[in-house]
């Protein structure tokens, strides 16, 4: 897992810190946030929606990874070109079920959020809210920054996940 660490790091994230499967927390609530408090969820988009799988189905898959990497940066763009690469990284390397979930912030400019069709639809993951992972707290348990922010203006802690086998 070292390698996959060094990478983002290298990438220029933050942090890269190593879970187990009981160290990322689900919450039914963050789904709720999904679905009431995100502009996209209605709009049926590509980036959204857990594509028809339950809550307690989303658990038990993350649950099957030994080694969950918590990837941590400032820039939704390149947190979303990291958590591809390390996933790339990890399957090339044998890891044949490594997967991201991670909103997408792939294309600096989302041609969906145009009405267009999206570019790079191989590269969609899903959302971490959607699929009930109480980041917040996941973060914190790790002693990794994540807050609520008071103004626009404040720095964003963001987050993807690479899943491991």
Known sequence: MDRYISQGKQ?????????????V???PRAVLKCRWGCEDYFNRSIKCGP????????????RRYQNILLLHGHDAH???????AVERSAFLDGHYFAFGIRYCKICKVCAVDQG??????????PCDQAMG?????TAREKGLPCQ????KDEVQNRYGFVLID
């Open 25 to 27: 927390f689900f919450d």
């Open 116 to 125: 267009q069709p999206c570019p790079q639809p191989d590269k969609v993951r």
């Open 51 to 62: 594509r028809g799988l339950s809550q307690d189905e989303c658990i038990e898959m993350v």
């Open 148 to 151: 609520v922010l008071q103004s």
């Open 78 to 84: 390149l947190l979303s070109k990291a958590v591809l």
């Open 133 to 137: 992972i109480d980041v917040y707290r």
């Open 11 to 23: 990438m220029g994230l933050s942090n890269v810190a190593l879970l187990g499967p009981e160290q």
